[in-house]
T-cell receptor, first 113, second 112 residues
Framework: NAGVTQTPKFRILKIGQSMTLQCTQD?????MYWYRQDPGMGLKLIYY???????DKGEVPNGYNVSRSTTEDFPLRLELAAPSQTSVYFC????????????FGDGTRLSIL | QKEVEQNSGPLSVPEGAIASLNCTYS??????FFWYRQYSGKSPELIMF????GDKEDGRFTAQLNKASQYVSLLIRDSQPSDSATYLC????????????FGKGTKLTVNP
């Protein structure tokens, strides 16, 4: 079972470059999420989506954009990369329901130099 | 007060002991509580969730919830070196947003 798949696993960007982090899930989950995790810190929500065509900001959305054209895919776009965006990015998905857990991908380790 | 607070540790216990991990939350309307384990360099994986007051047991793991005290804990019995990881507490608020708020995590080390 693939679950939540993130690509790439590692990437180094130069300041000012742009890139898209890919996330796809094969569990037919309605909800999808993007988090970032800085060293020694918990997960901070960047954006989330409750279904195709619907997205909303999380706690730290500045510098990022998302789209959700299908149930399966939820890409995260970084425009004009900055050193402060150096982090590990996790995508997650879940069913609707208060007791439904989120399932995480393996993460993308991104360095901005 | 932060929404979800955990003692960052590190918490060190000998092999075979009980490890006790604690979490407090500020939103009294929170309804579901999750414990994730995260090994170094890996993604979080779900250990347990609980939504009713009291205890919930799954193998060596027991989650305890006290909504009146806004407190949730995770007990790991017969701790093993393979339990060494960071444990993240996550809280789902009341309402339909389905968003989780995570604590910073407690790093647990089980010494052989």
């Amino acid at each position: 079972n693939a679950g939540v798949t993130q690509t790439p696993k590692f990437r180094i960007l130069k300041i000012g470059q742009s890139m898209t982090l890919q996330c796809t899930q094969d569990m037919n989950h309605n909800y999808m999420y993007w988090y970032r995790q800085d060293p020694g810190m918990g997960l901070k929500l960047i954006y989330y989506s409750v279904g195709a065509g619907i997205t909303d900001k999380g706690e730290v959305p500045n510098g990022y954009n998302v789209s959700r054209s299908t149930t399966e895919d939820f890409p995260l776009r970084l425009e004009l990369a900055a050193p402060s965006q150096t982090s590990v990015y996790f995508c997650a998905s879940s069913y609707i329901g208060s007791n439904q857990p989120q399932h995480f991908g393996d993460g993308t380790r991104l360095s901005i130099l | 007060q932060k929404e979800v607070e955990q003692n960052s540790g590190p918490l060190s216990v000998p092999e075979g002991a009980i490890a006790s991990l604690n979490c407090t939350y500020s939103d009294r309307g929170s309804q579901s509580f999750f414990w994730y384990r995260q090994y170094s360099g890996k993604s979080p994986e779900l250990i347990m969730f609980i939504y009713s007051n009291g205890d919930k047991e799954d193998g060596r793991f027991t989650a305890q919830l006290n909504k009146a005290s806004q407190y949730v804990s995770l007990l790991i019995r017969d701790s093993q070196p393979s339990d060494s990881a960071t444990y993240l507490c996550a809280v789902k608020r009341q309402g339909g947003s389905e968003k989780l708020v995570f604590g910073k995590g407690t790093k647990l080390t089980v010494n052989p």
